[in-house]
Nanobody, 126 residues
């Protein structure tokens, strides 16, 4: 069992930055690929970024070059650095974990993730 707790959300002006953190419980964090997803009001939850156990990453095209996902296994934490924020980035951001035996594997598919956090609100004003 893995519990995920997100933090770092808030209200920011367009062009600003935020860094989201996701702290995971348990001693096997390094066995999990991690991902960030988001859900805007009235829309389905969508993929934002993912990182493999070994640190390979992938991004949704709409955030590539602005967002950076990273992880620190010693702290059981995954981060999402968000720069040049836009009003369309407004959403609840969720952290998710997927157990995998493959160190270089990452996924943008929600159904492949076993555990989810409760989410943190990010609001970008224009």
């Amino acid at each position: 069992q893995v519990q995920l707790v997100e933090s770092g959300g808030g209200l920011v002006q367009a062009g600003g930055s935020l860094r989201l953190s996701c702290a995971a419980s348990g001693r096997t964090f390094s066995s999990y690929g991690m991902g960030w997803f988001r859900q805007a009001p009235g829309k389905e939850r969508e993929f934002v970024a993912a990182i493999s156990r070994s640190g390979f990453s992938t991004y949704y095209a709409g955030v590539k070059g602005r967002f950076t996902i990273s992880r620190t296994n010693a702290k059981n934490t995954v981060y999402l650095q968000m720069n040049s924020l836009k009003p369309e980035d407004t959403a609840v951001y969720y952290c998710a974990a997927r157990f995998t035996n493959y160190s270089d594997s990452y996924s943008n598919k929600q159904y492949e993730y076993n555990y989810w956090g409760q989410g943190t609100q990010v609001t970008v004003s224009s």
